[in-house]
């Protein structure tokens, strides 16, 4: 009985130990982005094509989106097989913990370094 409730256990806390990991890797990586003047300017150039596609599926230009997303997958080849593999990451996590307000930050520099 007792190794059933540990292996429930176990099941319910992965995903949360899963998540914390990707936010603590999520944020190394944007931390060694930010200490790259030319990775900081291609991550910039993501964001700069994310809101092109956004706009053309707005409009349903079916051809542009095509287009942008094409350019979006050689700049985010272009940051590395770790942008690459945390890009892909949707965790949730709190602003107000630790492993969130690091990711907050390293995302609010980015962010600062885009729009100079």
């Not at 059933?4 to 995903?15: D, V, W």
């Not at 931390?31 to 993501?46: F, G, H, L, N, V």
């Amino acid at each position: 009985m007792r190794w059933g409730i540990a292996a429930i256990l176990t099941a319910l806390s992965t995903p949360c130990l899963a998540e914390d990991v990707q936010v603590a890797e999520t944020a190394n990586v944007l931390m060694e982005i930010i200490k790259d003047p030319a990775k900081q300017k291609t991550y910039c150039e993501i964001q700069d094509i994310q809101i092109k596609i956004f706009d053309a599926e707005n409009v349903e230009n079916r051809e542009e989106i095509e287009k942008l997303k094409a350019q979006l997958q050689i700049k985010t080849k272009e940051l590395g097989p770790d942008y690459e593999r945390v890009s892909k990451y949707n965790p949730e996590v709190s602003p107000e913990s630790p492993e969130g307000k690091k990711l907050l930050e390293a995302y609010e520099t980015l962010e600062k370094a885009c729009n100079k």
